[in-house]
């Protein structure tokens, strides 16, 4: 397995393409506008097994509007400037999960704290990656779009 981290201008068309239709293959976030979002990220990572992407993450930049948002339905508003990018969009294909294909994802990713992401309060998988990662929770569940709730951590 390979991990590449490239920033959004220096992937291809082609790797910013399978981005996109592996983040939309997570069924997590809205796909309004999500290629302009990819393309306005800091960091993209790709990891490879032989050469297929079996897996993708990323650090974005979120809008302050976004931020206000999530930090205040996590009831820490005065938090929020703490935080200055946001880990996201980590899929990782069915059959290479448990093999620590997401954790080395993050791992390569992390180059900085002030990093916070938002998961869905059950999802196991992805909360040991963070708190192995050196994050932690921080503010309260809210609801997200579905009938879930969302934790905020933070590194």
């Not at 820490?76 to 997401?102: A, C, M, S």
């Not at 390569?108 to 192995?132: C, D, E, H, K, W």
């Amino acid at each position: 397995m390979e991990i590449l981290v490239k920033k959004p201008v220096d992937c291809t068309s082609k790797e910013l393409d399978t981005f996109e239709e592996m983040v939309s293959k997570g069924g997590e976030v809205s796909l309004d506008g999500l290629h302009s979002r990819i393309e306005s990220a800091k960091y993209l990572a790709f990891a490879y097994a032989d050469d297929t992407v079996i897996g993708v993450s990323a650090i974005k930049i979120p809008r302050d509007i976004y931020k206000d948002k999530v930090f205040s339905n996590a009831g820490i508003p005065d938090l929020e400037d703490t935080f200055q990018y946001e880990l996201g969009w980590v899929y990782v294909e069915q059959e290479y999960r448990k093999y620590g294909v997401g954790y080395q994802m993050v791992h390569n990713l992390l180059q900085n704290s002030g990093i916070f992401a938002t998961v869905r309060q059950g999802n196991m998988g992805m909360q040991a990656i963070l708190y192995r990662c050196g994050f932690r929770r921080v503010g309260n569940p809210y609801k997200g779009r579905g009938e879930y709730l969302i934790e905020i951590w933070g590194l």
